[in-house]
Nanobody
Framework: VQLQASGGGLVQAGDSLRLSCAASGRTLRNYSMTWLRQAPGKEREFVASSFRGTNTFYGDSLKGRFTISRDSAKNTVYLQMNSLKPEDTAVYFC???????????????????WGQGTQVTVSS
């Protein structure tokens, strides 16, 4: 499975961005497709997941500003980010996993395939 993330960029606080992650090589109908991010000097953190295409999960305090969606026909997951803040600055990674369960959806070690990351920079 190959993952290609795109949509990052430099924006101002309060702006919006939509990230995309297109998967190829396999149909991911029952996979969990997830976004994680890593800010400079910090550990990677969970952002949002389309859990097996049936449910969604969000990182703490992100629900309400971030929305994950999925187009199964296109094997693509999106992350709509609104009201961006400087603390959202990070490299955003998409990842997919086949055997994710609810209790492990937030753990990066659960994921089998990773995209290259896309930089999001939010200026104040």
């Amino acid at each position: 499975v190959q993952l290609q993330a795109s949509g990052g960029g430099l924006v101002q606080a309060g702006d919006s961005l939509r990230l995309s992650c297109a998967a190829s090589g396999r149909t991911l109908r029952n996979y969990s497709m997830t976004w994680l991010r890593q800010a400079p000097g910090k550990e990677r953190e969970f952002v949002a997941s389309s859990f097996r295409g049936t449910n969604t999960f969000y990182g703490d305090s992100l629900k309400g500003r971030f929305t994950i969606s999925r187009d199964s026909a296109k094997n693509t997951v999106y992350l709509q980010m609104n009201s961006l803040k400087p603390e959202d600055t990070a490299v955003y990674f998409c990842a997919v996993g086949e055997r994710i369960i609810v209790s492990t959806v937030r753990q990066e070690s659960s994921y089998d395939y990773w995209g290259q990351g896309t930089q999001v920079t939010v200026s104040s």
